[in-house]
């Protein structure tokens, strides 16, 4: 079985910077997707970020315009864990974080399933 833990989050001044951590485990195979997306209090939950692997070699990063310049996500598929790194934060970043993967686990294989953390809570305030 998969489980995702995502840790790091907390209470940050506007303008700080916090650095978000998913720790993936189970017999996992591959990844797909390292993601991260967000919720915040009365909204949908929306990308924050993602990398998607084409291949052992070749990935891509995508991040929301929101973000974009402030926020960095990165990967270490030796320690199935990826994170997010987000500095000049803003109190419209308040919102719970969840990581998210499509990954392939050695029962399904080459079958992708997605799996969610529960979420770490991220508050930008004075």
């Known amino acids: 079985q998969v489980q995702l833990v995502e840790s790091g989050g907390g209470l940050v001044q506007p303008g700080g910077s916090l650095r978000l951590s998913c720790a993936a485990s189970g017999s996992i195979v591959s990844f797909k997707v390292m993601g991260w997306y967000r919720q915040a209090a009365g909204k949908e939950r929306e990308l924050v970020a993602q990398i998607t692997r084409a291949d052992a070699t070749d990935a891509s990063t995508e991040y929301a315009g929101s973000v974009k310049g402030r926020f960095t996500i990165s990967g270490d598929n030796a320690k199935n864990t990826w994170y997010l790194e987000m500095t000049s934060l803003e109190p419209d970043d308040t919102a719970v974080y969840y990581c998210?993967?499509?990954?392939?686990?050695?029962?399904?294989?080459?079958?992708?399933?997605?799996?969610w953390g529960l979420g770490t809570q991220v508050t930008v305030s004075s």
């Open positions: 998210y993967s499509r990954l392939t686990v050695r029962a399904n294989w080459p079958s992708e399933e997605a799996y």
